[in-house]
């Protein structure tokens, strides 16, 4: 699929009056296209809702577009739930996904009447010292261990990853929960990460149904709602074949008839808590080239860095880069496109064909608009961009402003050096 930027060079030439570069942008008219889809493939479930991953793109104008759509807020943390709260977003609108969860976060959780989703078999006494009580609606996240794989092939590795109950946890937990006063309870699972493939949910969804069916017989729980949790990937390569989201909410479907249904829990509803899959196509980090240098390498260096975009240096992830304005050139430069830390792990793209880059070129780094700045750090003190949407009428709107040296000094503001900073410059 040919991967095309979202806004054109006379639109950053336009932007960058304004604000100047690095910025993530954001693109309100796909991000709309794209939870209408999403809602629209699991409108066969009455209760279906998706709790957007805050922690993928944690800012409240976007998460203002989805909530116009029913979407509510999967926290992980203390300020994810104050972020979440700011907005309006309270009780049963929340899931707390959390793990390793400090006791103040439990408390506030509850305190927002947020659904806790729990993370080991051991937080039930540990919420219940807590709060002093275990709420009528309760998750657990179960891990089955081992390798998840979809006919024969292997997309991740949940035997290695720390999150979750294992089957003979959760049985032992949902028998301790309703001993407890639980009335309502939830099943939580995230078996894979960024699945291009439309096979991976309904596998999920067949596996959580069958457990299901099982924790309900044997335990008498009534099981009100399954939450398939997030892991839809997007095609960050050009070769990539993106997922279809109506094939895998009609395979969801399947298992659920098969499986829910003759097992009389027609009435469960299905809950996500998709965060890349909603966000990541519909953002780009807008940088300019500023330096280019010929020596064993091509490089271009850029005015952004991995502060602002971290996933190629720490996984060595793929982001598309268009150069705006020479969509239509060929690619026939081999560069490696850096930024400035004293990292050599800084750069956004090695041995990447693209056409002549010439100082002053904007780039267009696709798929940001989850993990992107959210991720960002101040190591080197480089500070983290503006984030800007780019409405359906065209406008630009300020919906984060960069931070300045004052921001990052701000936590000496109670020593003698604070005054001795110049932060004006
Ligand atoms: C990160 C995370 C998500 C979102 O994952 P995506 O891959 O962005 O869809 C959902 N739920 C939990 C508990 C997570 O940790």
């Known amino acids: 699929m040919k991967k095309e930027a979202f806004v054109t060079k ?5 932007i960058v009056k304004t604000y100047p570069t690095p910025f993530h942008i954001y693109d309100e008219k796909g991000i709309k296209e794209n939870v209408k889809a999403l809602k629209e493939a699991f409108a066969w479930n009455k209760g279906y809702k998706e709790f957007f991953a805050v922690k993928a793109t944690p800012n409240p104008y976007l998460i203002q ?4 759509y029913g ?3 999967d926290c992980s943390s203390l300020t994810e739930l104050m972020l979440s709260k700011a907005m309006g977003v309270t009780g049963e609108d929340i899931m707390f996904s959390s793990n390793d969860t400090p006791a103040h976060e439990f408390a506030y959780a509850a305190k927002l009447g947020a659904i806790i989703n729990l993370d080991d078999i051991t937080h039930i006494d540990y919420l219940e010292k807590t709060i002093g009580y275990i709420p009528k609606t309760i998750s657990c996240r179960f891990n089955p261990g081992g390798y998840f794989s979809v006919a024969n092939s292997i997309m991740d590795n949940p035997g290695d990853a720390k999150y979750g109950f294992t089957a003979e946890q959760i049985m032992e937990g949902f028998r301790i929960l309703k001993s407890k006063g639980a009335e309502n309870f939830g099943i939580h699972a995230f078996l894979a990460s960024n699945t ?6 309904p596998e999920l969804a067949r596996q959580l149904f069958e457990l299901a069916v099982k924790l309900k017989n044997e335990t008498g729980a009534k099981i009100t709602f399954i939450n398939l949790s997030g892991g839809i990937g997007i095609p960050y390569k050009p070769e990539d074949v993106p997922n279809d989201i109506r094939i895998i ?7 659920y008839e098969s499986i829910l249904v003759p ?5 469960v509803a299905i809950y996500t808590e998709l965060g890349r899959y909603m966000m990541g196509p519909f953002g780009h980090l807008i940088t300019q080239a500023i330096h280019e240098k010929h020596t064993h390498k091509e490089y271009i260096g850029v005015d952004a860095c991995a502060v602002n975009l971290m996933r190629p240096a720490i996984y060595g992830a793929y982001h598309h880069i268009t150069v705006l304005g020479k969509e239509n ?7 490696d496109v850096t930024g400035s830390l004293c990292e050599n792990n800084d750069k956004f793209a090695i041995d990447r064909m693209l056409p002549k880059v010439e100082i002053g070129d904007y780039l267009a780094i696709h798929d940001t608009g989850a993990h992107g700045f959210a991720m960002g750090y101040n190591y080197n003190g480089k500070l983290k961009s503006a984030e800007l949407l780019l409405k359906e009428d065209g406008s630009v709107q300020l919906i984060r402003r960069a931070e300045t040296s004052k921001d990052y000094f701000a936590t000496f503001d109670c020593l003698d050096i604070y005054k001795n900073l110049d932060l004006e410059v």
């Not at 909410?249 to 298992?255: D, F, H, S, T």
């Open 71 to 73: 979407c509510g807020c």
């Open 249 to 255: 909410g009609e395979g969801v479907r399947k298992a």
């Open 10 to 14: 006379e639109q950053i030439e336009e």
């Open 196 to 201: 291009v493939s439309n096979e991976y949910y």
């Open 263 to 267: 097992a009389g829990m027609g009435d």
């Open 329 to 335: 050139e060929p690619c026939e430069y081999k560069y």
């Open 65 to 68: 577009i989805l909530r116009e």
